[in-house]
């Protein structure tokens, strides 16, 4: 059974970092793109960045560019996001999530949760002074 563990979220001040980790299994991490996603309260799904199967080449949402660092380790199954200069917009819950091909790519569809086919439970971040 394929499994997604996201870990890491937190209540922290904003400017404040944190790094989110995703622990998966169940099949070949190595042969896979794999992204985050987010939901705001009351809002929708928000993609915010994808990382290719080798991890050479990443994807990043305007709205964290230059804050969030998406990377991941194949040798120990694990994807992570490294967010700094975190704002109260940030505070989501994150997901990570599979997608069904090894290449990244930057354009996603308004339907997320049809382009990945399998995600995590999710984890709280929470920003706020």
């Known amino acids: 059974q394929v499994q997604l563990v996201e870990s890491g979220g937190d209540l922290v001040q904003p400017g404040r970092s944190l790094r989110l980790s995703c622990a998966a299994s169940g099949f070949h991490f190595s042969n896979y793109a794999m992204s985050w996603v987010r939901q705001a309260p009351g809002k929708g799904l928000e993609w915010i960045s994808e990382?290719?199967?080798?991890?050479?080449?990443?994807y990043i949402a305007d709205s964290v560019k230059g804050r969030f660092t998406i990377s991941r380790d194949n040798a120990k199954n694990t994807l992570y996001l490294q967010m700094n200069s975190l704002k109260p917009e940030d505070t989501a819950v994150y997901y990570c999530?599979?997608?069904?091909?090894?290449?990244?790519?930057?354009?996603?569809?308004?339907?997320?949760?049809?382009?990945?086919?399998?995600w995590g439970q999710g984890t709280q971040v929470t920003v706020s002074s």
């Open positions: 990382i290719n199967s080798g991890g050479g080449r990443t």
């Open positions: 999530a599979k997608a069904p091909r090894p290449y990244a790519v930057g354009w996603h569809s308004a339907q997320l949760r049809d382009e990945y086919d399998y």
